[in-house]
């Protein structure tokens, strides 16, 4: 299957919240929200995360559409506001019946860190994965992120850690 993977746009914050939701009831672990607190947002924050999203100079979400243009996949980049120097990867999300080898991760993936690599000025970008979730670690792995070694508590539950994995050619010299 051909998969289009494009910016977000600013009126589409109806698409962006149920995919958002879809995401939390399909993988609770892999975010820092939970499924209830995203459902009680009110549209208007749905529609400002959609227009910041679409539109600010150095935070992008992009999403993945099938050929019936069904979103199946998410993927932002940012910097880290409390982390100078540094962007991360956050909101991948792959649907169930688009995950595997065929499905638009990597795409989504290749786009948010040209984006980051384009748009912001950090030297470094990173993302989190929950310490149990092994299938994401290796995808990541796959895609040439490696582990820094640093571990932060999960957001949801501090008992648990998000492995930081970073992208070590983020600041490379792109063949061409």
Same mark, same amino acid.
């Given at each position: ?25 399909? $993988? ?5 929200? $939970? =499924? ?7 549209? $208007? ?49 792959? %649907?169930?019946? =688009? ?19 384009? =748009? ?9 994965? =929950? ?14 992120? %490696? ?30």
């Amino acid at each position: 299957m051909k998969y289009d993977v494009r910016r977000i746009e600013a009126g589409e914050w109806r698409e962006l919240r149920a995919i958002r939701l879809e995401a939390l009831a399909d $993988s609770p672990n892999a975010f820092g929200t $939970s =499924h209830g607190a995203a459902a009680a947002l009110p549209d $208007s924050a749905w529609r400002e995360r959609a227009a910041r999203a679409a539109t600010a100079p150095d935070d992008a979400l992009f999403v993945a559409l099938d050929e019936t243009g069904t979103w199946t996949g998410t993927a932002a980049a940012a910097p880290i506001p409390d982390i100078p120097g540094t962007a991360h990867v956050h909101a991948v999300y792959v %649907t169930p019946p =688009h995950r595997g080898p065929d499905g638009p991760a990597r795409a989504l993936m290749d786009t948010a860190v040209d984006f980051a690599r384009a =748009h912001t000025a950090c030297a470094w970008l990173t993302l989190g994965v =929950h310490e149990d979730n092994h299938r994401a670690r290796a995808f990541y792995r796959r895609l040439g992120f %490696t582990d820094t070694g640093k571990r932060v508590p999960y957001p949801l539950d501090p008992a648990k850690v998000l492995h930081i994995l970073g992208c070590p050619d983020f600041r490379a010299p792109q063949g061409g």
